[in-house]
């Protein structure tokens, strides 16, 4: 069983989110609460496996209460609209593991919620094209902290020819079943792979990894 919390302070937004999630046999939400100091506070006690976490809300913000549950452990999904803010960018380097878009599928958000508690993390192709100009123009605009993880040639000189492929696998999105599919690895290896790239890259999630892949290209 999935343990989720679900932090957005629209209650109509939330309610949503809640009965999409209750109603599969495989996800239990543990909580609900509608700003970002409950989430923290709730996240902290509950232990869950997964905090969806809306980017806007009262008393604390998203950013703020990402960087304090990933601080320990705990994995956060981040709820956003498709135009990008100063927000998402501060979850990207906080460690969020993944990026949905508010106007989600419900199967999508159930898949999704189930792919990060599995620790593959979740991120949309538009969201990841999007991330990638906007850091671009950020950067080239002396955006300073808003730049995309910066990783150096040496650290991707460390990856094997196989770490090279399962990150360009994680840049398109696929998740570790697909990955040893495509690669005729088991999903364990693949596993593995992920976690001593996220290491010898320095990043602190797989979305990370999937940014920097996109910015490295083919």
Avoid at 4 to 26: H, K
Avoid at 61 to 89: Q, S
Avoid at 143 to 148: F, I, K, L, N, Y
């Amino acid at each position: 069983m999935i343990r989720v919390v679900v932090a957005e302070d629209q209650w109509a937004v939330r309610s949503g989110l809640v009965m999409i999630l209750d109603a599969d046999p495989d996800i239990r939400v543990v909580a609900e609460v509608g700003d970002g100091e409950d989430a923290v506070r709730t996240a902290r006690r509950m232990e869950p496996d997964v905090v969806l976490m809306d980017v806007r809300m009262p008393r604390k913000d998203g950013i703020d209460a990402t960087k304090e549950l990933t601080a320990v452990g705990i994995d956060v999904l981040i709820l956003t609209t498709f135009d990008l803010d100063e927000y998402v960018f501060g979850a990207l380097r906080a460690g969020a593991s993944g990026f949905l878009l508010k106007n989600i599928e419900a199967a999508e958000l159930v898949h999704a919620v189930k792919l990060v508690a599995r620790g593959e993390g979740m991120i949309a192709p538009a969201l990841t094209r999007r991330l990638i100009k906007e850091f671009a123009g950020l950067g080239a605009a002396g955006g300073g902290g808003s730049r995309a993880p910066e990783v150096s040639p040496a650290a991707i000189g460390a990856l094997t020819p196989r770490e090279r492929q399962v990150l360009v696998c994680v840049g398109e999105g696929l998740s570790n079943q697909q990955i040893a599919r495509r690669l005729g690895i088991t999903e364990t290896t693949t596993k593995t792979h992920v976690s001593r790239i996220l290491a010898k890259l320095d990043l602190r999630s797989r979305v990370q990894a999937a940014i920097v892949a996109q910015e490295l290209g083919p």
